[in-house]
């Protein structure tokens, strides 16, 4: 008799260093201690199951538990070493190598890399915002005085900045930074010829394309372009991962099939090739992982038989996180491991039900199909869309784009040798050309699936298809009854938990030196702001981080009306601005509403003068007042007050009331230390989500 699941060891012990990583991060942010002590107990209860293999099965046991605490000790020691690399706020002279720039109009974000704080050196980055535009690029090495901030423990994108050891942040301006010389890169160099050659053969809007393709920089590809490829589920191929990898390594082995030298020895030629890619790339998180996965299939390969695909998997997984335990919850890294996993697992159920179909065309939708449908989840959960065109277009594009990466892949290495050989690149120009047409000639935001929850119902959706595949082994009937009762509970879970609820969500956060609330409510995304020191690039990564994109309108608190406009404008793509002002604004292209009280659906808002807002929400009467004035117009009794800091005039007058903070308030509930606040408003009654 078959055994319903055969677990391969290193999948085991892949999975148990996993579940450490997992149970550690649940005791950091839930401090949920007690689960460890009840999953130990149902392991050692385990062996109860197999009287006659007592001895392999605690041996079993065992190996489960010490990868089990060696994952928990590995995430726990990282978030330790970021932690204690704190620096207390504080004016700090600030020194690094530009290794990354993004622009918003006027403003800038700056990525710095091998850093010196105050002349020490530090293995961590820090993030400068600029008010304005940089005038140095890539790899000049620049110094500046500032205040210097360390993100928060608990900020919500703590593990992507752990990831990319992303430490600081610091606000300049440009007149503030001075040059300190360019910092010698041989990756940087080999970048920087590419794309020179790049742009000398073609287009600018193909080279910026062809840049995004062959290293993923796609900060030179037009926005709106690039947001129709997002919609239209083929964005990936711009990120450095496993499909660039893949081709590389495909195309290196071809090459060297003639050449007669040992097969472990033409093993470390790829991988030192592949390391040099990554390097060119930026050593991107995604590079790195896709490169670790190859040389782990290339090496199994070289020393033994043919590869186990599921094996090799599993061992590139162990490799990934005892490099770095936080990629189990980055969001590149799931797709990578899921895919890759449902591809090997369903490729050949799919293959037999396409039968009927060319034996290319059945393969390549082998392949799509399981990539597919394994990402649907991961995508809707961590962007709020997915693409109902995207298998469609990943059977069209894919392909094409792939040819056209080897085509330059391979044009670029002979352009190193012979410079005048970039004429070549009329072919690839050509056909970016022609691909760009189709992404611009229809806005595929018209083509996308958002706004569906999946929760724990994700869990039964990943069930369902691993029942499916071939490594699950029951018999037919079995199958289809486990596979119809899971989706008959995963669609009546959907449908329940996406039926609209009388619910309001309210996001508190702090951007710069200003003050946000966003109400959420049906069809509206409200935002709320004093605005003050705005700067549109920090907000705008805030917006996207909390996954705020789409504010249907802006209500503006106290003065400088025209500027915080301006600069909101810029960033947000709303309906109106709410104000509460003498002033007359011009040259604003969004509508302004000038009022002192309005209404959006059920929700009512009432200005205290310019400076403070009364906001009525399903029974509930908030204060929003970040001035520090005590202005009651309304005679409400409030039942939350929010304002910046403690302040003993507002906390005197709404003595009875609950209050909370944007800053830092001993006692108190704040926004500063919890990484924003959420609230939730039901029937009149008031939640606090920390």
Known sequence: ??????????????LSFMSGIFFAYLKFKFNVSYIYLVLLSI?????????????????????????FISGMFNFNSQLSKYSKAQKQTDVYNIEGTVSEINSINNYTSVTLTNIKINQENNNYKIKIYIN????????????????????????????????????YYAYVNQSDIYFKGEKNNIFFSIRNKIENILDNGMDEDTASLSKALLIGDVGGVDADLLQNFRYGGIAHIFSVSGLHIALISVLLIFLLKKVRINKILKSFIIMSILIIYSGVCGFSASSVRASIMCSTY????????????????????????????????????????????????????????????????????????????????ILLMNFGYVSVLSMMLNFIFVPVLSLIFVFLFISILLCFLIPFYSIILFLPNLFLNAISGVFMIFDYSNFILSGIKLSGFAIVYYLIIAILSDKINLKKLIKKVAVTTLAIVFIAGVIIINVPQNTVKLSMFKCGYGYYLIINHKNENILVCDGSGLNSYTLSEQLSLIGENNITCVVIVGGNEYLKIKNIESCVNANCFYICSDNEISGIKTEIVNTESFERGNIKFYYNGENSLHIDILNC???????????????????????????????????????????KTEGFIDAESSCGLLFNINNGKMYIRF
């Open 1 to 14: 008799m078959k055994k319903i699941l055969n677990l391969r060891p290193i999948a085991i012990i892949s």
């Open 43 to 67: 392991l050692f209860v385990i062996p109860l199951f197999n009287k006659n293999k007592k001895f392999i099965s605690y041996l079993f046991v065992l190996i489960v538990v010490v990868c």
């Open 132 to 167: 304005g535009n940089l005038n140095y690029k890539l790899n000049d090495r620049i110094a500046v005085s500032s205040n210097l901030f360390s993100y928060e423990m608990k900020d919500s994108k703590i593990y992507y900045r752990i990831l990319n050891k992303l430490r």
């Open 298 to 377: 290339l090496l199994i390969k070289a020393i033994g038989n043919k590869p186990d695909s599921l094996n090799s998997l599993f061992l590139s997984f162990l490799i990934v996180l005892l490099l770095s335990p936080v990629n189990l919850f980055d969001v590149g890294f799931q797709l990578s491991f899921i895919v890759t996993f449902f591809i090997i697992t369903l490729n050949y159920p799919c293959k037999k039900t396409l039968k009927f179909l060319p034996e290319k065309i059945a393969s390549s939708f082998a392949v799509i199909i399981p990539a597919t449908i394994s990402s649907l989840p």
């Open 621 to 663: 009467d908030i204060l929003f007042n970040i001035s520090g004035t005590v202005n009651n117009n309304y005679n409400v009794v409030y039942d939350l007050v929010i304002s910046d800091s403690f302040n003993e005039e507002i906390q005197n007058f709404y003595e009875n009331t609950k209050t909370v903070f944007y800053k």
